[in-house]
């Protein structure tokens, strides 16, 4: 398995690819990690009967 990992600031709704070529028509996957905690789901009221 081949790993690319980079570094980049997200600007725009999309990424550059560092040799893009090389997975072009390849299945991949994506993972993105950041930094920063994702901000908690709101809590939702429901009604007891």
Known sequence: ???LEFETD????FLK????????NK???IV???DFE?????KSKTLAR
């Open 38 to 42: 994702q901000p908690k789901p709101k």
């Open 10 to 13: 997200i600007i725009t709704e």
């Open 27 to 29: 299945h991949v996957r």
């Open 1 to 3: 398995m081949y790993e």
């Open 32 to 34: 993105i990690q950041t």
């Open 17 to 24: 690819i560092p040799h893009f070529e090389q997975f072009k």
